[in-house]
Each structure stands twice: as C-alpha cells, then as structure tokens.
C-alpha cells in the first residue's frame, strides 16, 4: 500500500504539466548543440557552420561567427556526400569567463576530416584566426555514409570528452550490423571504425587539453604505449553516440546511442535497439558485434549470406580485414536502457515510434539554486530524452547508481538535440526543428519547474500612422503584478535598450529586430518580437544616368546619391542577352554549376554575393583583360593561398581535374567580358564593352550601385 501510494504521487508530481517550457530565442538552422556561460549567455552551434549567441534575459540572437564546414546544403539537397557533416560540437571552456575560449568539432571544409579546435571569441565574435588545431578524425563522406556524433563535455575537473560515430553507411545491411567485409565495401563496415581499437571513430574520446595541444589522462581505456590501439579511446563500439552527458558528482558518463533499423530478430541478429548508456569508468560498449543487453550479432558472411560465430560478450573478436587494431577487444558492456521501434518489454514507459536516443544531465537537488526541475525524492536522476519521439523522461538512480525508476515527463518536443544545466538551476534545451534538413524554425527553451509564480503575458502592436513607432497592445499578469516593458533592439552583433514603458520610436532604418520584454515584479520575463527586416532598413541608394541607351563601346555617364563616403561607391554595367529569362542574378552555365557543385567551390564561393571567398564577379573583373589571368588562377586552385581577397586562405583545391579548372574558370573569367566598372567614386562613367558574344537586338544592359551599410540600387536601360 505504501508503494502504491508513493508512485502515484510521485506521477502527480511529474506530470508533464509541471514543467514550465518558455521559448526564449527562434528561428534556428539546425541547431546542433549548446552550452551556456556562466553569465547564462546560451551558445549555440549550428550545422552549416553558424555560431550565435542568445542572450536569455531579451531573448536577443546573435551570429557571432561562420565557420567554414563541409555540410549538405540547400543547393544539393539530395546529394549522397557528407549527409551528417558539418558544425557538429560546442562546449565553452571551463574557464571561458576569463579565457573566451571554446571548443568546436567540425566537418573541415576541404579535407577528409573531422577537426576538434579550440578558438577565442575576440570583441564577442568568433576569431577564425585563433584556431588551435587539437586533433583531426579521419572521415569518409561518400555513399550516404552518415552518423559522426560530435558531443562535447567538459568534466569538473577539466577533462574534455567528444563523442564519434561510427562513420558509416547504415543503409546496406538489412538493418543489422554493417559488417560487410566484402571488397570496396569499406563505406558499409563498421568493424574498421567502432569495432577497430586504433581508430578514432565510434568512440568517447577522453583527453586534457592544454596550452599547446592535449596529453592522455589516466585510466583511458588502453595502456599509454599498447600496440594497435589509440590513446585518447575512453569508450569503444558506438555506432551514433549523440549527446553526451556526465554526472559531476561521480564523473560518471552517460550518452544516447543512436541504434540501427531491424524491426525483427532473425538468423542475421537482433532487432535494432536505441541505447542510453552509462560508463562507470573506460570500457568497449560493443557495436558493430552486439547490441542492447549484449545480444550478439553473427559474423554474417556478405558473399554468401551466411551467419557465422556469434560474437561472445566476454571476449568479443574483431575479425574485420580492414581492422588495423587488436583482435580480441575488451569485453562488452551492456547498455543501461535500451528500446527498440516497438514497445519495450523491459522500459515499457519509451513507448514505442521512431528513436533517436540522447541523455541529457544529471538532476541533483539543491535548495541553494533559484529553480530545481524535479523534487527533492528526485535528487540524482539522470534525464534522457528522445530526438524522434520528442519526449523527456527522468531515470532516478539509487545508491549504487543503478536505474531505480523511469518516467516521463515531457511530451510534444520539436527534435529535442541538447540539455544543459544552467548555473541557477534552468534547464536550457535546443530543438533541432521540424525537419531532417535545412530547418528554420529550431528553438532554443528554458525549462523550470512549474506551478508557482506565473510569467507577464504581452502583445504588441505598430502605433497606427506613426512610422517606425510600436505600444503594448496588452500586458497582464496571472498573480496581477506590476509589470515593466523594456524594448530592446538588435543591430547586427549587437542589442541597445531604447525605452522602459508602453511605447518606443525605434530610429529611422536602424536594426533588425525589436523585443519587447515584460517583466513581473518577481522577475519573470516574457518576450515578444517584431522583425524589423534589417535588409530593408538600409538607406537605399539613388542612382541617376545620363542616357536611356547605350551601344556597345559606348560610354555612360552616371551620379550615384544617399552616400556618406564616396570611396565605398562601386557601379557596375552588364549586358543581358534577349534570349532566356534573366531574373536579375549572374548565374555560370548549367555545366559549370554542376562542377563547381561537385568540387564543393560552392561552399565557399558565390557567382555574384560575397561569401567566405571572393564572389566570381569581382575576381572576373580583377583579371579582366589580363593575358595571363587563366594560367594565374589555375595555379592559384593548385597551391591554394591567401592575401589577394584578404586574410582567410584558400585550401588547395585538389579534387578538381585540369580540365574542370580550365573550363571553370573561363567561364568565371568569361563574366568580365560583358561587365565594367567603375569604383570609389559618385559620379564618373562606365565603359560598356566593345565586343559582346551573344549581342542581338533585345538586349539591356543592367547597372548597379553597391555600397557597404547601403541597400544596391538596379537600374536596366536598352542596348543598341
Ligand atoms: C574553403 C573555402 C574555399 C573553397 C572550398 C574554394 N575556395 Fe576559392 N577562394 C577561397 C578564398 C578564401 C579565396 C581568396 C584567397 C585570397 O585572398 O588569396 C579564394 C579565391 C579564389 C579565386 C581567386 C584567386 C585569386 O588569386 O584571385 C578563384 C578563381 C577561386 N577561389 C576559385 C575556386 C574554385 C574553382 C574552387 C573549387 C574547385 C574554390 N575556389 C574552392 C576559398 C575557397
């Protein structure tokens, strides 16, 4: 009877109603992962490479820094490269308050590998040119190869912990282990990452970093000095370890595994099972050999279809050809939850459904902080959380740390990523968004107890025929507290407070967006925002021509007005050929484009917006009418280098062929033919080029006005 009792209070307790889920920041690409600065500022990374920052108290987002990564872009939705690359770690350094130091794990944007480096926010934003390599993991990109995990810990005691998959195409197997030893199979084998002891793949990694670079701690997995195996190893045999989570008090690590697809136990293994696992110290946590509670894989045969030995926890053997470690791996570990698609028998409360398996924190209970999540019966209690189901769920521990209970308590979640603790007691999660790829709409959460004083509610609205004037359409609170509206705006990297009260006036085409924060007298916030369309609110350019035609040869007079400094001014002309539909953009042939998608130029380059690199425009305009120009440039490709457009260098572009790089880069060189320009300058004239390849009667000719901190200006007149 006492039992029963107590269980049903303690779901009363945790139902999912008492949690209190405030979104602070929105509109995300992907989030990948977060972690929070001790002044509670929340990081965040993103998958194509964007770093931002969300200040919680405004709910102001602010990219801070565009690392350049290998990802799958918009541009090449379906490609079967790179599928899971990209931003894929962040952890601030534990002295990050003083140091402005953080951890990032990333696709490298050329080469075949994953880099873990630390940088140095310089002025708040993200210092490329701090990077301190400290190591590389090797990576394979191709077949719809996916699962890199990337999860970065810190320990108390300085310890960093990066969680690596398993690298591999997951797609060829049947569901069950990808063992396939079978040659030019290696993209479907996993017994040469996660089951291979001198890899780096399908692992927790474990190391101290220092001043120059890292050194092992003790009680890694492998003696310091033992043949075939890899030093920085903590834990082997993951397949997809996403998010990694470590108990403070007992250093103790816990990470979700990502399991594989099998819907039925058959002669080639069992069905596929998600894992929350816990490490209690080093250990071989057993894919690609066995899964779950231990239960074996047989070494299938891939030629024949045949199942072999069943792989033997106690002393599990790597077989694999491309294995370059030990044979005979240490014994395998079983997982601490484990689930698969259908209904759990052992963890009924996982439900059943789609599973991506992650493990967030560790609750403790401490009447000390501002907010705790759970009750105090709840102290130590590791919460997990679920990508696809979008569920969180608290796994109390007992005493010696084993699961004593498991429930849920929070439902309807959009892809939860990551859960950090917070110094007061906040939990922060990052929703990845509705989708598998190229999302907008991921969000960055608070998450505190409920019940309790409740949060302001608040609407906005733009004053009527006032420009650039917003009130409070209505404020009201729960508990009837006074509140106070702070507006805040946010210009670029930036956010200033313009006013406390009911109405602001927010400077003429100045910032991007506007926050109105309505604070109670307990001090709880809400937020809401108003998108000011930053693009839009730069003053625009007036550009003014001295003729309505032009011929080619010609020459055109012009004034540009609405600019501070002339210097910045940069006009351009363009001839447009009749035929087709131009819709305002310089675009490369189709085969060009298809090159320079294949050899990822894309990433780094654009045909006519600036991006990491020079836009194609500018360097066709560079080397116009310069004999040389073609050989120059295909060296340039080769050797790679930096200090023509500016600092970043170019990484040696090896990937394209002779013949690739000569038509790429006529085509590019081909721009100048049929543009002029005239820069730093308001007033001058533009050559229109005497020779055109495809002149026809028809055509236009299309100048722009581009400034620095100005909207461009377009004007088209006819060609002769
Ligand atoms: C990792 C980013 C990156 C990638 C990938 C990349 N570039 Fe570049 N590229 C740059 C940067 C940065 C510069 C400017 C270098 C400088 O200032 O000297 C540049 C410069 C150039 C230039 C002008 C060179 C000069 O000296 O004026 C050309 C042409 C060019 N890239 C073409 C390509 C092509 C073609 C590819 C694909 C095969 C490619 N780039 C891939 C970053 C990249």
């Known amino acids: 009877m006492k039992n029963l009792l107590l269980s049903l209070l303690l779901l009363g307790s945790l139902s999912a109603e008492n949690l209190r889920i405030d979104t602070i920041a929105e509109n995300f690409r992907d989030p990948m992962e977060i972690s929070i600065a001790p002044d509670g500022s929340v990081y965040v990374l993103e998958r194509e490479g964007r770093l931002l920052r969300v200040n919680p108290d405004t709910g102001g987002t602010f990219v801070i820094g565009e690392l350049p990564v290998t990802a799958l872009r918009e541009s090449d939705k379906k490609s079967p490269y790179a599928r899971e690359d990209g931003g894929l770690g962040l952890t601030l350094a534990p002295?990050?308050?003083?140091?402005?130091?953080?951890?990032?794990?990333?696709?490298?944007?050329?080469?075949?590998?994953?880099?873990?480096?630390?940088?140095?926010?310089?002025g708040g934003l993200l210092d490329l040119s701090s990077e301190q390599k400290i190591f590389d993991v090797i990576t394979d990109r191709r077949d719809t190869v996916c699962h890199q995990g990337g999860s970065l810990k810190f320990s108390p005691d300085g310890l960093l912990f990066l969680s690596t998959g398993d690298n591999t195409n997951p797609f060829e197997s049947g569901g069950k282990a990808p063992i396939d030893d079978r040659e030019e199979r290696d993209h479907t084998d996993a017994m040469r990452s996660s089951g291979n002891t001198n890899d780096l793949r399908g692992k927790v990694l474990r190391i101290r970093p220092t001043k120059d670079g890292y050194e092992i701690p003790a009680g890694n997995l492998f003696k310091l000095g033992t043949p075939d195996t890899r030093a920085e190893i903590y834990v082997m045999g993951c397949r997809n370890p996403f998010r990694l989570s470590l108990d403070p008090k007992t250093g103790y690590i816990y990470w979700g595994e990502v399991g594989p697809d099998a819907r039925k136990a058959d002669a080639k293994g069992p069905m596929g099972y998600d894992e929350i696992n816990q490490a209690r110290q080093a250990g071989n946590f057993g894919w690609p050999f066995l899964i779950g509670d231990n239960k074996p894989y047989p070494i299938l045969d891939f030629t024949t279809g045949k199942p072999g030995t069943l792989t033997d926890p106690a002393a599990p053997r790597n077989p694999g050809s491309r294995n370059t470690g030990l044979e005979i791996l240490p014994p395998a570990q079983k997982a601490f939850i484990w689930y698969p698609y259908s209904k759990s028998s052992e963890f009924p409360v996982m439900e059943s459904g789609g599973r991506n398996a992650m493990a967030g924190p560790i609750f403790y209970h401490d009447a000390k902080r501002p907010w705790n999540l759970l009750s105090k019966e709840d102290d130590h209690s590791l919460i997990t959380y679920d990508w696809m189901r979008g569920k969180l769920w608290k796994a109390k521990l007992d005493q010696n740390d084993d699961l004593e209970k498991l429930v849920k308590i929070s439902d309807g979640l959009r892809h939860p990523m990551d859960l950090e603790l917070a110094a007061d007691g906040s939990y922060w999660l990052l929703e990845y968004g509705s989708g598998w790829y190229f999302n907008r709409d991921g969000r960055v959460r608070r998450i505190r107890p409920g019940g309790g004083n409740e949060a302001p509610s608040l609407e906005v609205e733009a004053v009527a025929g006032q420009a650039n004037r917003w009130q409070v359409k209505s404020a009201s609170d729960p508990e009837n507290e006074k509140i106070t509206v702070e507006w805040w705006l946010t210009i670029g990297t930036a956010e200033t407070k313009l006013a406390t009260g009911s109405t602001v006036t927010v400077p003429a085409n100045t910032g991007s967006e506007l926050r109105a924060v309505a604070i109670d007298a307990s001090g709880n916030r809400s937020i809401a925002r108003v998108p000011l369309n930053g693009a839009n609110q730069q003053p625009k350019l007036e550009l003014e021509l001295a003729a309505d035609t032009l011929a080619p040869g010609g020459t055109l007079g012009f004034k540009v007005k609405g600019l501070g400094d002339p210097s910045q001014a940069v006009v351009r002309l363009r001839y447009i050929a009749p035929a087709g539909h131009d819709s305002g953009v310089i675009s490369l042939s189709k085969p060009v484009t298809k090159t320079l998608t294949a050899r990822l130029c894309f990433a780094c380059h654009q045909t006519d917006a600036k991006?990491?690199?020079?836009?194609?425009?500018?360097?066709?305009?560079?080397?116009?009418?310069?004999?040389?120009?073609?050989?120059?440039?295909?060296?340039?490709?080769?050797?790679g280098g930096s200090g023509t457009w500016g600092e970043i260098p170019m990484p040696p572009q090896l990937a394209i062929t002779e013949q690739e790089a000569d038509a790429a880069l006529r085509a590019v060189l081909a721009l100048g033919d049929v543009m002029s320009e005239t820069t730093g300058s308001a007033a001058g004239t533009l050559q229109a080029p005497t020779t055109l390849p495809d002149h026809e009667p028809g055509g236009a000719w299309e100048i722009t006005a581009e400034a620095r901190g100005h909207q461009t200006t377009r004007l088209r007149i006819a060609a002769e």
């Open 95 to 122: 002295d990050f308050a003083t140091s402005q130091e953080l951890y990032l794990y990333y696709s490298h944007p050329t080469e075949l590998l994953n880099r873990l480096s630390r940088f140095t926010l310089k």
């Open 611 to 639: 991006s990491i690199g020079p836009r194609y425009t500018d360097v066709a305009l560079r080397y116009k009418d310069q004999p040389k120009a073609l050989e120059t440039l295909k060296e340039k490709l080769k050797k």
